[in-house]
């Protein structure tokens, strides 16, 4: 089992749709998780962190479910600009300094 | 301007010509990390540097060696690369290793072919 998966994807939505995305840990001892956005092959940059009393920045809503193992991300009224791949991250588990990365899920947002 | 800087942003090499990727951020950043990025692999760690002279094994290290000799530095060496390390490479620095993890800062990437 991977230590960090995602749903497949890829998610394609109309501009204005909600879209959830969900991500499975398998290491209980993990200790902090994130979700970054990639744009086309380049550099992966912080979308938001994720914390067990879930966390909202405009319209994007995370929620980490410990006993679950598992992160989600909703993206409300979505525009074009958010098409993008979205990783999810988790920090610690096996070892204290070892950042593990989903394989991230494209979403395509079209008119 | 903060960021994390690579070097060179494209290379193309044969097997076996040894090369270094260099990495240097400007933030005073404790953690380094390298990680390497594969179609349908996503990123993956290859080593990383809690502190100066404290490197510690990411999930591929084979085949790579890094040194933490300076808190800005990290370069990435490729003794002798061999075609299955042709990669999409990605430098990345954070604040702190304290708990919560802190936001990592990436560089631009270096892609990396290997004949």
């Known amino acids: 089992r991977k230590e960090v998966e995602q749903d497949p994807g890829p998610f394609n939505v109309p501009e204005g749709a909600t879209v959830a995305f969900n991500c499975t840990y398998s290491n209980s001892a993990s200790q902090s998780f994130f979700w970054y956005r990639q744009d086309c092959r380049k550099e992966p940059k912080l979308l938001m962190s994720v914390y067990s009393s879930g966390n909202e920045d405009g319209r994007f809503t995370a929620q980490l479910n410990r006993a679950s193992q598992y992160i989600s991300l909703l993206i409300r009224d979505s525009k074009l600009s958010d098409s993008a791949t979205y990783l999810c991250?988790?920090?610690?588990?096996?070892?204290?300094?070892?950042?593990?990365f989903g394989q991230g899920t494209i979403l395509t947002v079209h008119p | 301007e903060a960021q994390v800087t690579q070097n060179p942003r494209y290379l193309i090499t044969v097997t076996g010509k040894k090369l270094t990727v260099t990495c240097s951020q400007n933030m005073n950043h404790e953690y380094m990390s390298w990680y390497r990025q594969d179609p349908g692999l996503g990123l993956r760690q290859i080593y990383y540097?809690?502190?100066?002279?404290?490197?510690d094994k990411g999930d591929v290290p084979e085949g790579y060696k890094v040194s933490r000799k300076e808190k800005r530095n990290f370069p990435l060496i490729l003794e002798s690369p061999s075609p299955n390390q042709t990669s999409l490479y990605f430098c990345a620095s954070s604040l702190s290793t304290a708990q919560p993890a802190y936001e990592q800062y990436f560089g631009p990437g270096t892609r990396l072919t290997v004949t």
């Open positions: 991250v988790v920090w610690g588990g096996t070892s204290y300094g070892k950042l593990t």
């Open positions: 540097s809690m502190n100066v002279e404290v490197t």
